[in-house]
């Protein structure tokens, strides 16, 4: 089993930043890819970024290219993402995902899934 946990969300003006992290432990060997979703309130959950655990590739959804940055630090056993430029429809909980054989978007193929934190931009 891997357990993820989250933190960093808060409340951020219109234009601010904010960085969250998501920390894995337990079986953290069997981690292929780790990913950033977010729900808003009455929508579905959907994609935001992936990174490959070793490799470094990465993946953004359209809606935050250019304003969002995953990163991971190996040693560490933990994902990162960047937020810049940040938009009152960027509001949602925000989640980190762990899966054991791919790099992908769709959070049907994640294993794992940490808690969730609150991220919420004022206009």
């Known amino acids: 089993q891997v357990q993820l946990v989250e933190s960093g969300g808060g409340l951020v003006q219109a234009g601010g930043s904010l960085r969250l992290s998501c920390a894995a432990s337990?079986?953290?060997?069997?981690?292929?890819?780790m990913a950033w979703f977010r729900q808003a309130p009455g929508k579905e959950r959907e994609f935001v970024a992936a990174?490959?655990?070793?490799?470094?590739?990465?993946v953004y959804a359209d809606s935050v290219k250019g304003r969002f940055t995953i990163s991971s630090d190996n040693a560490k056993n933990t994902v990162y993402l960047q937020m810049n430029s940040l938009k009152p429809e960027d509001t949602a909980v925000y989640y980190c995902?762990?899966?054991?054989?791919?790099?992908?978007?769709?959070?049907?193929?994640?294993?794992?899934w940490g808690q969730g934190t609150q991220v919420t931009v004022s206009s």
């Open positions: 995902a762990a899966d054991k054989s791919f790099l992908t978007t769709h959070p049907i193929q994640y294993d794992y």
């Open positions: 337990g079986r953290t060997f069997s981690i292929y890819a």
């Open positions: 990174i490959n655990w070793s490799g470094g590739n990465t």
